[in-house]
């Protein structure tokens, strides 16, 4: 399960939120499972972030980080 401190309304592109990654394949493979980070919001993938600010690794998907609830929000427009 996922959690976020973002407390505002809604979630959009290029919010930095702190999550606690999902345990998908992808992020196994990166050694992120489980852990909390932070994380920006892109359109269709997520940035994780390590604790300097840079990029963790290469961008995930919404699903991938654990937080696919998060993608209906920045995305309203997606059937």
């Known amino acids: 399960m996922s959690t976020t401190t973002h407390t ?20 196994c493979d990166i050694r992120a499972a ?11 993938m997520v940035q994780l972030l390590d604790s ?13 980080a654990g937080i696919a609830h998060i993608y209906r929000e920045v995305n309203p427009d997606t059937p």
Not at 12 to 18: E, L, P, R, S, W
Not at 34 to 44: C, D, E, K, S, V
Request: glycine share 16%; aromatic share 6%.
């Open 34 to 44: 489980g852990r909390t980070m932070q994380a920006r919001l892109h359109q269709h």
């Open 52 to 64: 300097d600010g840079g990029p963790y690794s290469a961008p995930i998907t919404y699903g991938e």
């Open 8 to 27: 505002a309304a809604g979630h959009k592109v290029g919010d930095v939120i702190t999550i606690t990654v999902g345990y998908s394949e992808a992020a």
